[in-house]
T-cell receptor, first 115, second 112 residues
Framework: GNSVTQMEGPVTLSEEAFLTINCTYTATGYPSLFWYVQYPGEGLQLLLK?????DKGSNKGFEATYRKETTSFHLEKGSVQVSDSAVYFC??????????????FGKGITLSVRP | DAGVTQSPTHLIKTRGQQVTLRCSPKSGHDTVSWYQQALGQGPQFIFQ???????QRGNFPDRFSGHQFPNYSSELNVNALLLGDSALYLC???????????FGPGTRLTVT
């Protein structure tokens, strides 16, 4: 079945540091890939997505590129802020299961940014 | 434009009881999905409703059931609660061809 693997956390960075959060996936077809962010006490917010190989999703300074050859969708940001402190989830959906099919999530990683 | 709303925010139940959680989708959305998020874990898919029918289901027992109403809102019912059902229950809504799910703030269920 489909699965998502995220790097182990937590991650602690200083403000303005460069961020990379690794995500790899296993899927039988050509999934759509997503990054969601969860701030303390809140639900999940869609951060960015990519639906086909070599697509780059971007939002709020975050970027991720759909790499089919390495089955990866790593999240990057050039300069993190304290307000980026949250839990980040990588997820996939399988278009073969239909439009807006179930999301399969990784375990999530907690990012803490110190001033 | 209201986003996805869920009620109640928090709930405490006793083992063996039954619970109903409610979700109103984002305006214009017709599909509702439910997820269970245990502490420190990623959300796990429970089921999805479209046109008032269950369209997809995850690996959850029959104690978990749901319903979608003509106005697209949805309920999640859990019978015979177990301690292990304690979690954050998230509702997500989406629309047709746009492959994006928008999440509500969740209902925190505690089973004692």
């Amino acid at each position: 079945g489909n699965s998502v693997t995220q790097m182990e956390g937590p991650v602690t960075l200083s403000e303005e540091a460069f961020l990379t959060i690794n995500c790899t996936y296993t899927a039988t077809g050509y999934p759509s890939l997503f990054w969601y962010v969860q701030y303390p006490g809140e639900g999940l917010q869609l951060l960015l997505k990519a639906t086909k190989a070599d697509d780059k999703g971007s939002n709020k300074g975050f970027e991720a590129t759909y790499r089919k050859e390495t089955t990866s969708f790593h999240l990057e940001k050039g300069s993190v802020q304290v307000s980026d402190s949250a839990v980040y989830f990588c997820a996939l959906s399988d278009p073969q299961e239909g439009a807006n099919s179930k999301l399969t999530f990784g375990k999530g990683i907690t990012l803490s940014v110190r001033p | 434009d209201a986003g996805v709303t869920q009620s109640p925010t928090h709930l405490i139940k006793t083992r063996g009881q039954q619970v109903t959680l409610r979700c109103s989708p984002k305006s214009g959305h017709d599909t509702v999905s439910w997820y269970q998020q245990a502490l420190g874990q990623g959300p796990q898919f429970i089921f999805q409703y479209y046109e008032e029918e269950e369209r997809q289901r995850g690996n959850f027992p029959d104690r978990f059931s749901g319903h979608q109403f003509p106005n697209y809102s949805s309920e999640l019912n859990v019978n015979a609660l177990l301690l292990g059902d304690s979690a954050l229950y998230l509702c997500a809504s989406s629309w047709g061809p746009v492959n994006e799910q928008y999440f509500g703030p969740g209902t925190r269920l505690t089973v004692t």
